[in-house]
Nanobody
Framework: QEQLVESGGGLVAAGGSLRLSCAAS????????MGWFRQAPGKEREFVAA???????IYANSVKGRFTISRDNAKNTLYLQMNSLQPEDTAVYYC?????????????????WGQGTQVTVSS
């Protein structure tokens, strides 16, 4: 299992930006598909973005044009740049890893998870 630790969450006003990081402790990071999910209180965990080994990425419709996922394989680190944040983006954001090097948007397809980092966007 990959060990994943998220950081970079916080409180920001609507229209602001945050950059989340996910540090991975594992031997296969460069081969993993990596993803970001989020979960608000009382709601289901939902897909945000994913990136494969080559850097190709996919996004949920709700964040297209505002969020950018990236990875630095030399540093075993995943990033999520979040711009134009809105109150509906408020949630705990989770980093996830999938050993199969193909895209996946379902939480059950990912085997390793971080503890989450809180993002709160005020009106």
């Amino acid at each position: 299992q990959e060990q994943l630790v998220e950081s970079g969450g916080g409180l920001v006003a609507a229209g602001g930006s945050l950059r989340l990081s996910c540090a991975a402790s594992g031997r296969t990071f460069s081969r993993n598909t990596m993803g970001w999910f989020r979960q608000a209180p009382g709601k289901e965990r939902e897909f945000v973005a994913a990136i494969i080994w080559s850097g190709g990425s996919i996004y949920a419709n709700s964040v297209k044009g505002r969020f950018t996922i990236s990875r630095d394989n030399a540093k075993n680190t995943l990033y999520l740049q979040m711009n134009s944040l809105q109150p509906e983006d408020t949630a705990v954001y989770y980093c996830a890893a999938r050993r199969d090097p193909t895209h996946a948007t379902t939480a059950t397809d990912y085997g390793s998870w971080g503890q989450g980092t809180q993002v709160t966007v005020s009106s």
